[in-house]
C-alpha cells in the first residue's frame, strides 16, 4: 500500500485560502486515483474531491465546488488541495486518501484503501 504524508493545515481566517499537500511514498504514484475527504467534530467522513490517476477527470462534493481545486503532480507524488474562500464550516481535520486507478471515478467515494493521518484546518469567523 501506499504511504500518504499530509501537510499544509492550519488557522484560517473566513475568507482565506490554504493549499493542502499529500506526499505519497512507497507505491507507484500514478496507479492511483486520489481523494481528498474530512471530518468536522461530531460528524461524519465526507467526500470532498477526486482526482483521477493522470489529472483528467476531477470531481467535487457541491458544498466545495468554484473554491476548492485538486491537482496533482505525478514526478513529485504529490496530490494537492487548493482551497480558497474558506468558510467556518470548512473546518475539520482533512485526510487524503488513495484507491485503485483501475476503478476510475465509479463508486466514490468508496474504493479508498490508503489514508493519510490526517492534517487540521480551522476556519474563524
Known amino acids: 500500500q501506499v504511504r500518504l504524508v499530509e501537510s499544509g493545515g492550519g488557522l484560517v481566517q473566513a475568507g482565506g485560502s490554504l493549499r493542502l499537500s499529500c506526499a505519497a511514498s512507497g507505491g507507484t504514484f500514478s496507479n492511483y486515483g486520489m481523494g481528498w475527504l474530512r471530518q468536522a467534530p461530531g460528524k461524519e467522513r465526507e467526500f470532498v474531491a477526486f482526482?483521477?490517476?493522470?489529472?483528467?477527470?476531477?470531481y467535487y462534493a457541491d458544498s466545495v465546488k468554484g473554491r476548492f481545486t485538486i491537482s496533482r503532480d505525478n514526478a513529485k507524488n504529490t496530490v494537492y488541495l487548493r482551497m480558497s474562500s474558506l468558510k467556518p464550516e470548512d473546518t475539520a481535520v482533512y485526510y487524503c486518501?488513495?484507491?485503485?486507478?483501475?476503478?476510475?471515478?465509479?463508486?466514490?467515494?468508496?474504493?479508498?484503501?490508503?489514508w493519510g493521518q490526517g492534517t487540521q484546518v480551522t476556519v474563524s469567523s
Open positions: 486518501a488513495a484507491r485503485p486507478a483501475h476503478y476510475g471515478s465509479s463508486s466514490l467515494p468508496t474504493g479508498f484503501g490508503s
Open positions: 482526482i483521477s490517476w493522470n489529472g483528467d477527470s476531477t
